[in-house]
Nanobody
Framework: QVQLVESGGGLVQAGGSLRLSCAASGSRSRINVMGWYRQAPGKQRELVAVITSRGNTNYADSVKGRFTISRDNAKNTVYLQMNSLKPEDTDVYYC?????????????WGQGTQVTVSS
């Protein structure tokens, strides 16, 4: 069973920065994609940024140029550097890991970390 432990959320003023971390443990198989999603109460969870094991990245348009996703494959850890934060970035941020099995992939999610940006 893969476990994802997130850290780094908190309260910051608009224009400030935060760095989220997510460490995966317990995987005996290769972790392909790791990424960050966010969700506000009553809304659908949405993609923020993802990164493959080869370093290919994809970002939501709303965070391009402000957020940077990176990854340490040796540590099975993914990071999200968030700069120039805006109040609309306030959400619960969830880490996701896609683990490759023999015949299919499996998705695992972290418990979420709150990011609050004050105006």
């Amino acid at each position: 069973q893969v476990q994802l432990v997130e850290s780094g959320g908190g309260l910051v003023q608009a224009g400030g920065s935060l760095r989220l971390s997510c460490a995966a443990s317990g995987s005996r198989s290769r972790i392909n994609v790791m990424g960050w999603y966010r969700q506000a109460p009553g809304k659908q969870r949405e993609l923020v940024a993802v990164i493959t094991s080869r370093g290919n990245t994809n970002y939501a348009d709303s965070v391009k140029g402000r957020f940077t996703i990176s990854r340490d494959n040796a540590k099975n850890t993914v990071y999200l550097q968030m700069n120039s934060l805006k109040p609309e970035d306030t959400d619960v941020y969830y880490c996701r890991a896609e683990v490759l099995g023999l015949t299919r992939s499996y998705d695992y999610w972290g418990q979420g970390t709150q990011v609050t940006v004050s105006s």
